[in-house]
């Protein structure tokens, strides 16, 4: 059994990069894998906005990761510098700006130490 985590770096609505990283996930973990983690960076983090709202009859990507996560018992990190400069504060975040909370609840804001954490943590860090 391996430990992963996944860091993902892409936007949800330029590449299919989210998408393959939630198959792999979904992969991984039925070949008895563990999951430490799936880390969003850059423009990743787009997928942690509260307020998507997709096309009809579309799931947002956020309710996604988050039913994987909660199905699976991960964490899902969006780094907390791209996720501010997008305008996706939490809500500690929110209020030491005076701004809206628009971070998705299934989501937490780390810095680039739990990135470094999870290095030493998990057998692999895998990149989408």
Not at 36 to 53: E, H, K, M
């Given at each position: 059994m391996s430990r992963f985590t996944l860091m993902v770096t892409q936007s949800p609505f330029d590449t299919l990069a989210h998408q393959h990283a939630m198959d792999f996930l979904r992969a991984a973990v039925a070949n008895g894998h563990q999951i430490?983690?799936?880390?969003?960076?850059?423009?990743?983090?787009?997928?942690?906005?509260?307020?998507?709202?997709p096309i009809q009859g579309q799931t947002p990507i956020s309710q996604q990761w988050a039913e994987l996560a909660k199905n699976h018992g991960f964490p899902l990190q969006a780094c907390i510098a791209n996720a501010l400069r997008r305008g996706l504060p939490d809500a500690t975040e929110a209020k030491r700006y005076d701004l809206s909370n628009s971070l998705h609840p299934a989501f937490e804001q780390a810095g680039l130490g739990e990135m470094a954490t999870a290095v030493s943590d998990s057998d692999r860090i895998i990149e989408f």
């Open positions: 430490q983690r799936v880390f969003f960076y850059t423009d990743a983090v787009l997928c942690a906005n509260a307020n998507l709202t």
